[in-house]
């Protein structure tokens, strides 16, 4: 007998039917392990018994189409007997009756329960022919299918808008009698600590990195805002778990109402950093400047962190590679001739070329990348049905490429450092710059330190600062704006990237006083700078069109004092932000004493939670090197503020 489905991985197939892809699925569905606990839902994933899926680029940090399961019957999501000599209809069927197989496994063993579950027993009977019926139904068909793509190996699996999936369910059994609010509080509270029990297994690079968030709030065609009691709800389940994942992101636009903005700001001040804010007033403009149905930009979702995804209808994976905007600057020490550049305009020019070549090595990687056979991937993404054809093979609506990007902040400061010294004042030439870098500022500590000193350009809201960095992406836009990957999509960048710390480990020094090795700078940040205006300023004005628009975040370090000090004024800014039109905003609310002492007696400090690049976690889980930077932010802040 097989004991592990590790031992029989998927075939890589590029653009066709895997072999065996039914074999191994249904080998899961017939011999997962599973036992039933007195928990009001059933919800197990068997480690030994997942999906080899490492030949070949697999799909993850995608949201299923959850809706389907709550408005169809396993049986009645397949395709008609004629339509089965089709291969990719067949396989499609086949996903779909070992789905019903696992289904008739679990009626089994709670019956044999010795728990009285037989609501969960009418739960699973009915999803096999008929639409959901009632709030608590509808959440377990959406957790059985979300623990099923953990078990194939689809990492990073989305939760998607679950306060608009379950609205009508829940208003219809508050009519009924058959829930009151306290008891749907209760419910979704189960919900968080149901997908939070696996997140050690569920965690991807970092402890806590499981990609699970939920999407609330949102704004209809007309620019209303949309949310609902389970909105609030959702959000105060949150805040009474204090988990740091499943996580959260609020959408949000200029109607959305103090109170639902305030509860999340109450939520973020446990120190468990959620939920992030999306700005609907830029995103969904963006979406649609890029080709998306409006309805669908309006009902957007995102991937495992922020980068905006339209759930259920994409296999666009957002987070392809990174972009490191340090790396053409250090080519262009390395390689031109320096007494050539004249001027700061010259040497913007020459950095612009090397740009240019370091994206074109990014498509060179991107091209000749294909994605595995997924039929169950398939049968939760609306268009493959319809096509008949599997998510690998372009069956989804949208197929897009994300990139991420890291070192902007780094490299505008190293820029506007070099205008400063060597055009304006002439104090040193680009060899000079060159010579330092490379020696890692070895024998001149002192500039190094003056460097250090002086405030950071990146996030202020001077023009000739917001005018760069518009420039360059500019010429990004340019680059990547005729790439088609094998499926037709475009690419897709954004200013906000999670390498901050891998990719600056092998890299050399910048001249804004950060030695090789050290981390690039964080998102849209700036801890130089205590006016959170200015960086809203300067975030609104930073163009985000054409493909621009893969996560844009504003990274604040707050203490806890600040904000409860000036709790009113600190959500008049928030309404202000959104106004303005910022991108999107993430909050750690931590002092560096608090940090400083958990990193000494990690033991008085078990439940202390941060946000990292664009999830929450456990303080103690976190590397030392994701600690440092903490502290180190948080003192910088709290500096200056004094």
């Not at 395709?79 to 089965?84: A, G, L, N």
């Not at 996580?247 to 639902?260: A, G, S, Y």
């Not at 092998?506 to 130089?528: L, Q, Y």
């Amino acid at each position: 007998m097989i004991t592990s489905v590790r031992n029989i991985p998927v075939d890589f197939k590029e653009g066709g039917i895997d072999k065996n892809y039914d074999e191994v699925f249904g080998l899961i569905c017939r011999n997962v392990k599973f036992k039933i606990e007195e928990k009001r839902f059933v919800y197990f994933i068997d480690q030994d018994y997942v999906m080899d899926t490492t030949k070949g680029y697999r799909y993850e940090n995608l949201t299923p189409a959850y809706k389907k399961i709550l408005d169809f019957g396993l049986e009645q999501l397949k395709y008609p007997y004629e339509e089965t000599d089709d291969k990719f209809c067949k396989s499609y069927n086949l996903v779909l009756d070992h789905m019903c197989l696992l289904v008739d496994r679990v009626i089994d063993v709670l019956n044999n329960s010795c728990f009285d579950m037989k609501k969960q027993i009418i739960w699973f009977e009915r999803m096999k022919r008929f639409p959901a019926d009632g709030f608590e139904e509808a959440i377990q068909r959406m957790l059985f299918v979300n623990q099923l793509f953990w078990q194939t190996d689809h990492r990073l699996t989305g939760l998607g808008a679950w306060d608009a999936y379950l609205q009508p369910y829940y208003e219809a059994d508050l009519k009924k009698g058959k829930i009151s609010r306290n008891t749907a509080l209760d419910i979704i509270k189960d919900v968080y600590q149901t997908l939070h029990e696996d997140y050690e297994y569920k965690s991807s690079v970092l402890m806590g990195d499981t990609g699970q968030i939920f999407v609330l709030g949102r704004s209809d065609m007309q620019k209303n805002y949309i949310c609902n009691d389970l909105t609030y709800i959702f959000i105060e389940a949150m805040k009474e778990m204090q988990f740091p994942e499943p996580k959260c992101l609020l959408r949000v636009n200029q109607e959305t109402p103090r109170d639902l903005i305030e509860l999340a700001l109450q939520s973020i001040v446990t120190g468990i950093g959620a939920p992030l804010f999306a700005n609907d007033e830029v995103v969904i403009s963006q979406l649609i400047k890029f080709g998306i149905d409006k309805e669908d930009a309006c009902n957007y979702t995102t991937s495992a962190c922020w980068e905006p995804l339209i759930g259920g209808k994409s296999s666009s994976l957002n987070n392809m590679t990174a972009l490191n905007y340090l790396k053409a600057f250090d080519n262009l020490l390395k390689r031109e001739r320096l007494e050539d550049i004249k001027t700061f305009d010259g040497l913007i020019d020459k950095y612009l070329v090397y740009l240019r070549r370091n994206l074109n090595a990014v498509k060179r990687v991107l091209s000749p990348i294909r994605f595995q056979y997924d039929p169950l991937l398939s049968v939760f993404t609306e268009g493959c049905f319809e096509q008949k054809k599997d998510v690998s093979c372009g069956g989804a609506r949208y197929h897009h490429v994300g990139i991420t990007s890291v070192a902007m902040g780094n490299l505008v400061d190293t820029l506007f450092n070099i205008k400063e010294m060597v055009f304006d004042t002439q104090q040193y030439t680009l060899y000079d710059i060159k010579k330092m870098i490379i020696l890692n500022f070895e024998g001149t500590e002192d500039i190094r330190d003056l460097l250090k000193e002086k405030t950071s350009y990146f996030g202020t809201d001077r023009e000739e600062v917001i005018s760069l960095v518009n420039r360059i992406t500019d010429c990004v836009e340019e680059e990547i704006k005729g790439y088609r990957s094998y499926l037709g999509g475009k690419i897709k960048v954004g200013l906000s990237g999670s390498a901050y710390m891998d990719a600056a480990r092998n890299f050399g020094a910048s001249f804004d006083g950060r030695k090789a090795g050290e981390p690039f700078t964080v998102h849209i940040s700036n801890e130089d700078n205590t006016s959170f205006t200015e960086i809203i300023n300067f975030a609104s004005q930073v163009e985000y069109g054409a493909s621009r628009f893969n996560g844009n975040v504003v990274d604040f370090m707050v203490s806890p004092d600040f904000i409860q000090n000036n709790w009113d004024k600190f959500v008049d800014f928030l309404q202000l932000c959104i106004k303005s039109g910022f991108f999107e905003m993430q909050m750690n609310v931590v002092s560096s004493k608090t940090l400083i002492a958990a990193r000494e007696r990690p033991e008085d400090f078990p439940n202390l939670i941060v946000r990292v690049w664009g999830f929450s976690a456990y303080f103690r889980d976190l590397p030392d090197e994701y600690k440092d930077v903490l502290i180190e932010r948080a003192q910088k802040n709290e500096r200056v503020a004094s």
